[in-house]
């Protein structure tokens, strides 16, 4: 097997429209860089490709043109690929959180909505496009015979679940930090910290794909910076070199981030940023100097297209979310926000009833990578690990789409249920189903594939008593 890793440059000029919000705002400064980190994989002449991109969201237009400007480019392409937004919260608009394309048949005064809506600017996208390509093809350009070792560690110390239960039974995204009427989190963390390594034969690491769930939220504003993704990847490179490469692929961390709702604790800024991305690394690095390296074979990949429907609005909650706009004497009232959300989600329902939402999977030696478009529920990511088959299975969120929020079933109970990730909006509009039916897919695919085993070493002795060991004590 061979690896190769590079990364390149995105990092956006000030103004560029930023994503995160459902309104428009701009990148006011520069903190960090923004990069694309990629990887590519060969076993008997197949490719695949993994690459982690700092934005919000990254939809299959702008991966399919990426990677058939690297197939023109170096006539490369992919047996299988899972090209992921890091989402970073603090970065440029990659992608609508909606498909544009589609809402180009729309009714023309459902289109004139998008005025207020976080459009890209069509030239960063189209750099993106080609600075995804050009990492893809550099990463290929760089593949090196190397020995795989992979490993889950745990930090839990910096990740909540933002969605509680409150004393009326009803569930609340962000009920305010120490409200008194918080009972328990509505869902649970993923603390695991998934990590694969590629080595040279010489024992000098070429680069790491590394899984972790968190939303990038932790450095906030609005100046550009790649979150604690950056963080990781620079504590990575001062341990094992300037040129290791790190692509860093979110877990199911739809309901997950580093602010604590039960502390008066202050959750956002740089040095917050800094701590996670530090803390995930270091517990990756004690896994990639702790585990063996094996000369592993089994490279493979599977996807499919899963059918699912959207939530339609009735026309009544549509008449009354006109009136709702006509009232609100902004378009970035809270109210209008959901109103003109609710429009543009009905709009989408009739021209695309079914949303074909693309799944995939790539093995490497004895760890399977399952991927989905979504900002995935994290109890639903646990549940897809956990029939997975794979004691090294990791989850990737965000993955070659965008979907947007897919809670599980729970989170949509007429009584218990809430938040606003469950609103309709356009970027959130699958069936309440669609959690699980994506998680039994993944889990269906993951049965096509088996970890890899290495040959057991030959049965050793038990050892007998060293001739030192057994002497003493001299007491005179």
């Known amino acids: 097997m061979q690896a190769g890793f590079f990364s390149t440059n995105i990092t956006p000029p000030i103004g560029t429209m930023q994503a995160g919000n459902y309104n428009r705002q701009y990148i006011q400064g520069l903190a960090g860089s923004m990069k694309v980190r990629a990887a590519v994989f060969e076993q008997d002449g197949l490719l695949y490709a993994f690459a982690g991109v700092d934005c919000c969201a990254i939809d299959r237009a702008t991966i399919a043109a990426a990677l058939e400007y690297a197939r023109q480019q170096a006539g490369i392409q992919f047996a299988g690929h899972i090209i992921s937004a890091s989402h970073t919260h603090s970065g440029a608009a990659v992608s609508a959180f909606f498909d544009f394309q589609l809402l180009q048949k729309a009714d023309p005064k459902v289109l004139a909505l998008l005025q207020d809506s976080p459009l890209p600017d069509p030239w960063y996208n189209d750099w993106v496009r080609r600075q995804l390509a050009s990492a893809l093809i550099m990463a290929y350009k760089s593949l090196q015979p190397c020995l795989l070792n992979s490993g889950i560690g745990h930090e839990d110390s910096m990740v909540f679940n933002r969605r509680f239960y409150l004393k009326d039974g009803r569930a609340y995204t962000h009920p305010g930090k120490m409200n008194p009427d918080i009972v328990e989190p509505a869902g649970p963390i993923d603390p695991a910290v998934g990590v694969l390594g590629a080595w040279r034969p010489d024992g000098s690491l070429i680069g790491c794909l590394l899984n972790y769930s968190c939303h990038g939220t932790t450095h906030g504003g609005r100046l550009t910076h790649a979150d604690w993704y950056h963080h990781a990847e620079q504590t990575l490179q001062k341990l094992f070199g300037r040129e290791v490469g790190t692509v860093i692929l979110n877990g199911a961390c739809g309901d997950i981030t580093q602010v604590?709702?039960?502390?008066?604790?202050?959750?956002?800024?740089?040095?917050?940023?800094?701590?996670?991305?530090?803390?995930?690394?270091?517990?990756?690095?004690?896994?990639?100097?702790?585990?063996?390296k094996h000369k592993y074979s089994q490279l493979a990949a599977a996807s499919c297209e899963l059918p699912l429907k959207r939530r339609r609005p009735s026309s009544d909650s549509v008449t009354r979310a006109w009136e709702t706009l006509a009232r609100c004497s902004t378009s970035t009232e809270p109210d209008a926000v959901f109103a003109r959300e609710r429009l543009i989600a009905a709009e989408l329902a009739r021209l695309e009833p079914l949303r074909l939402v693309t799944l995939s999977a790539i093995q490497l030696g004895d760890t399977l990578f399952l991927a989905n478009p979504a900002e995935y529920f994290c109890s639903l990511g646990l549940k897809v690990k956990a029939g997975s088959g794979f004691q090294n299975c990791m989850l990737v969120e965000l993955a070659n789409d965008i979907v947007g929020y897919v809670p599980d079933l729970e989170a949509f109970d007429p009584v218990r249920g809430g938040g606003y990730e469950t609103v309709l909006t356009a970027y959130s509009n699958l069936q309440p189903e669609a959690g699980d039916l994506i998680a039994e897919k993944l889990i269906e695919m993951a049965g096509k594939f088996k970890p890899e085993q290495i040959p057991a070493t030959a049965s050793q002795e038990p050892g007998s008593l060293w001739d030192y060991g057994r002497r003493g004590p001299d007491l005179h």
């Open 260 to 292: 604590n709702n039960q502390s008066f604790s202050k959750d956002t800024g740089p040095e917050i940023s800094y701590k996670l991305g530090f803390r995930v690394a270091a517990e990756a690095a004690k896994l990639l100097v702790s585990q063996n």
